[in-house]
């Protein structure tokens, strides 16, 4: 099955500068990457998600790239902000017409110093 | 609350003793799934179900059972087999209409063995 390795598992950056997560996976047949923004004792959210047929999604300060040969994708979130501050998941899915599963990374807790 | 509700918010086991987690859509998501996270780790599947009367197990399904009788409905038994059931449990739902875009998070719900 699907494993996704997420590194790092702690990133502390200062107000303003950029943060990269990298996530890993392993079945060639995933083609949906969504990244998940989740703060303390609360849901995760959607930030932005991309499909396999595409290398590179933005959404304002929200960038993922996607490198199917590598087998990785990463979240890039620039001039970043101290609300920024969360737990960020990657995940991996083979979609199918009737439902998709997500294999979730083991998360990234971001930390935004003033 | 988004669509799906869990319920309780906090629920306290007694040790050998069955409880069961409420999850409620009014989506019209054909799919749900229950997922279980872990201080420090990810969010790992348990069950989930593609459509109403069927289910499959999820990477760590082992003293956990689901039933799914109504398509708004996806409760999940922690049965007295599950050793270590202390954790944060999350319901989703989704819909193949929608595309993996659609996958809902419930507020989830945060059970304890006292």
């Known amino acids: 099955g699907e494993n996704v390795e997420q590194h790092p598992s702690t990133l502390s950056v200062q107000e303003g500068d950029s943060a990269v997560i990298k996530c890993t996976y392993s079945?060639?047949?995933?083609?949906?990457f969504p990244w998940y923004k989740q703060e303390l004792g609360k849901r995760p959210q959607l930030i932005i998600d991309i499909r396999s047929n595409v290398g590179e999604k933005k959404d304002q300060r929200i960038a993922v790239t996607l490198n199917k040969t590598a087998k990785h994708f990463s979240l890039h979130i620039t001039e970043t902000q101290p609300e920024d501050s969360a737990v960020y998941f990657c995940?991996?899915?083979?979609?199918?017409?009737?439902?998709?599963?997500?294999?979730f990374g083991s998360g990234t807790r971001l930390l935004v110093r003033p | 609350d988004g669509g799906i509700t869990q319920s309780p918010k906090y629920l306290f086991r007694k040790e050998g003793q069955n409880v069961t987690l409420s999850c409620e859509q009014n989506?019209?998501?054909?799919?749900m799934y229950w997922y279980r996270q872990d201080p420090g780790q990810g969010l790992r599947l348990i069950y989930y179900?593609?459509?109403?009367?069927?289910?499959q197990k999820g990477d760590i399904a082992e003293g956990y059972s689901v039933s799914r009788e109504k398509k708004e409905s996806f409760p999940l038994t922690v049965t007295s087999a599950q050793k270590n059931p202390t954790a944060f449990y999350l319901c989703?739902?989704?819909?193949?209409?929608?595309?993996?875009?659609?996958?809902?998070f419930g507020s989830g719900t945060r059970l304890t063995v006292v």
């Open positions: 989703a739902s989704s819909t193949p209409g929608t595309g993996p875009s659609g996958y809902t």
């Open positions: 995940a991996a899915s083979m979609s199918t017409d009737s439902s998709y599963k997500l294999i």
């Open positions: 179900s593609q459509i109403v009367n069927d289910f």
């Open positions: 989506l019209n998501h054909d799919a």
């Open positions: 079945d060639s047949a995933s083609n949906y």
